[in-house]
């Protein structure tokens, strides 16, 4: 069973990720793993607060040239973004945040976050951000 986050719990999230780069690290590195980990809803449910709490969709809209509807509707519960926009919204996301991500292999089981999921994805904050 799903429960719908409350307006509440959202704008917790986003007044948080406004004030805090950690946070907005740490729900953009989320988001991606759980993309590549083969959770798409959740990533693109993770990825939707994130551009909500940074960017704003008509911003990001005009910087990928695609219509801020289309946008919201890839990431709704049942959008479905191609790999060529989900790649590029990620990558202009990451610039944005001053991030570069490092995917590296790992067998599953092995090199373990405290969260209990395989190390895959590792984050650096690139100079020109801090």
């Known amino acids: 069973m799903r429960m719908a986050l409350t307006k509440d719990f959202r704008q917790t999230v986003q007044a948080r990720a406004r ?9 953009l590195s989320e988001a991606v793993e759980s993309l590549l980990s083969g959770e798409v809803a959740l990533g693109k449910e993770l990825l939707r607060d994130y551009i909500n709490a940074t960017i704003g969709f008509p911003k990001l809209a005009g910087h990928i040239k695609i219509h801020v509807k289309t946008l919201h509707q890839m990431f709704g519960p049942r ?6 926009n989900l790649f590029r919204i990620v990558a202009y996301l990451l610039r944005v945040e ?9 067998r599953a089981g092995l090199h373990k976050h405290k969260k209990g999921r395989p190390s895959s994805v590792r984050t650096k904050r ?3 951000a801090a």
């Open 19 to 27: 004030r805090n780069a950690a946070f907005r690290e740490g729900l």
């Open 79 to 84: 959008g479905n973004p191609t790999a060529g």
């Open 98 to 106: 001053g991030l570069r991500f490092q995917v590296r292999s790992a």
């Open 126 to 128: 690139s100079a020109s």
